[in-house]
């Protein structure tokens, strides 16, 4: 398998997800803009997204891909078909039960992240509305898992798709039928999550492994195999998901500052995801199977040469993407945000935190390529207790940056925890002699940094001479003005790697 085709196209497919992306949260911003509506709306639907990370899509498959990967490799098909049975009674049954305790228990959960959300009423209706998200995106985890172990990469890249694609819908057609129009957007998730379950049948039907449930809630347990991924799942929840629970506490922070902070982080995170998910998950999507197999095949120099294409490529494509976005702030937020009741004021404050982000973004896409390294080992020990402490670490951060900050204060927190996290993972990789990196990588940095400093420039005095503000009134001029900066600056930044040296080729890798 040629890895760097395969990260093309989860790539694409993940664009096509982060635009539809864009363009929900882009019609969001012009029919509720920066309010305490949008707020409750952020805050309800953090809740289930939150948990789907924790009990389904983050740390399940961290635990699930490696064994499901052991048993395709070393037990076959008739074994690997059982475990996925099992493990999916399991994982539907048990976030069934979190889905009935949490629409029980709503206002808590809104009153312990927000206790001063000033629309509190609605995000108790839209929490329960949204809590069922958790179970479909269970079966999606589970499916994605089993998929991407058969290295079919397409389908799991394109479901997200379907939520946009339901929102955008919802806030185009429903939302002004509706007496309380946010509601719209909480009726959208659960629509979405009904579609991505699916999305999901007819590809595990292709590959003999759409799992058969049972109405017996324990059946499965006795399975090995099931004890063995519940096992390695629970700790795998604090080593995935830090960065998350940082998100939720600092959801609470913010919460407590001027009135609409909340959206202005989230408009800025929604940004960050983009590069994120195109590289960031998309590289994590290919690691973690083909590291497991070169785990259980034994072949230590291939698990190395893995990682460092993959921290090779991580560099070339997220160091750019920190410093453009950073400088080209301020017209990213106005091109795609800045309409309707998404006014000035909010423009401006959804910047600063997107800038505090980028600071952090080579950390944050390191930390989920180097993760999988230790996943694929099944060490869930080390992860754990980095997890932990740069938990920890990013809410010392917070005391120190968000009362001079405020709301970028709490984005500039995540952020260098990233970078304390991806650090920490390095060196425990480094300790272990699990990765050892290849010749070149000082000159290989110097080039990018002459690239990305070029790069920069052009993106700067490109930027100062268009009035982003003043554009309001014409949309289609100012977003062109912004792809055509972006063209010129990704052409720059190419343009000068090509120049010293660098070629296509040398990043082509065939996954043994």
């Not at 890895?3 to 911003?29: N, P």
């Not at 057609?173 to 979405?192: E, K, N, R, S, T």
Request: proline letters at 5%.
């Amino acid at each position: 398998m040629n890895l760097l085709k395969t990260l093309s196209a989860i790539s694409s497919m993940t664009m096509l997800s982060r635009i539809t992306g864009l363009l929900r949260e882009t019609l969001i911003a012009r029919a509720f803009g920066a309010s305490a509506l949008t707020d409750a709306y952020v805050v309800a639907f953090r809740i289930p997204n939150l948990l789907r990370r924790l009990f389904a899509e983050g740390a399940f498959s961290q635990a699930f891909v490696p064994i499901l990967a052991e048993y395709k490799n070393q037990q076959g098909p008739e074994a690997s078909k059982k475990l996925v049975d099992h493990v999916a009674n399991t994982l539907v049954w048990s976030t069934l039960l979190v889905t009935v305790i949490g629409i029980i228990a709503s206002p808590l959960f809104i009153y312990a992240i927000a206790s001063g959300l000033k629309e509190f009423d609605a995000a108790v209706w839209m929490t329960r509305l949204m809590f069922p998200y958790i179970s479909f995106m269970a079966f999606v985890a589970m499916a994605g898992g089993v998929l991407n172990t058969w290295r079919e990469f397409k389908i799991p890249a394109f479901t997200p798709v379907l939520l946009n694609i339901s929102s955008i819908l919802a806030s185009l057609f429903l939302q002004q039928h509706l007496a309380q129009p946010i509601y719209a957007m909480a009726i959208a998730v659960f629509v979405g999550g009904v579609l991505q379950v699916a999305i999901q049948i007819p590809a595990l039907v292709r590959i003999g492994m759409l799992p058969s449930l049972s109405w017996n809630p324990a059946a499965g347990l006795s399975d090995p195999g099931v004890r063995r991924v519940l096992k390695k799942m629970g700790p795998a929840v604090f080593a995935v998901s830090a960065a998350q629970i940082s998100l939720m506490i600092n959801t609470s922070i913010a919460s407590q500052l001027a009135k609409g902070s909340i959206s202005w982080l989230s408009y800025a995170d929604r940004l960050m995801e983009f590069p994120t998910a195109m590289l960031g998950v998309a590289l994590g999507t290919i690691l973690l199977p083909s590291l497991s197999k070169a785990k259980a095949d034994g072949d230590q120099q291939e698990y190395s040469g893995l990682l460092d294409w993959g921290l090779r490529l991580t560099f070339l494509l997220a160091l750019p993407a920190a410093v453009g976005m950073a400088v080209l702030a301020e017209p990213m937020i106005t091109a795609l945000f800045h309409y309707g009741a998404f006014d000035d004021e909010a423009a401006a404050q959804s910047a600063r935190p997107l800038i505090a982000y980028c600071v952090g973004l080579l950390g944050i896409i390191l930390v989920k390529t180097l993760a999988p390294a230790f996943y694929a080992q099944q060490d869930i020990r080390t992860p754990v207790r980095i997890a932990i402490g740069v938990l920890i670490a990013t809410q010392l951060m917070n005391f120190l940056f968000v009362p001079y900050l405020q709301v970028s204060g709490l984005a500039l927190s995540i952020g260098m925890g990233a970078c304390l996290n991806a650090a920490l993972l390095y060196w425990g990789l480094r300790r272990k002699n699990i990765y050892r990196p290849q010749p070149g990588w000082p000159m290989f940095c110097v080039k990018l940094v002459i690239a990305c400093g070029l790069m920069g420039a052009a993106a700067w005095f490109g930027a100062q001479q268009i009035d982003w503000i003043g554009l309001k009134q014409h949309a289609f001029l100012r977003l062109g003005a912004l792809l055509l900066l972006i063209g010129v600056c990704g052409a720059v930044y190419f343009a000068a790697l090509l120049g010293m040296g660098f070629r296509l080729r040398d990043f082509k890798r065939i996954a043994r």
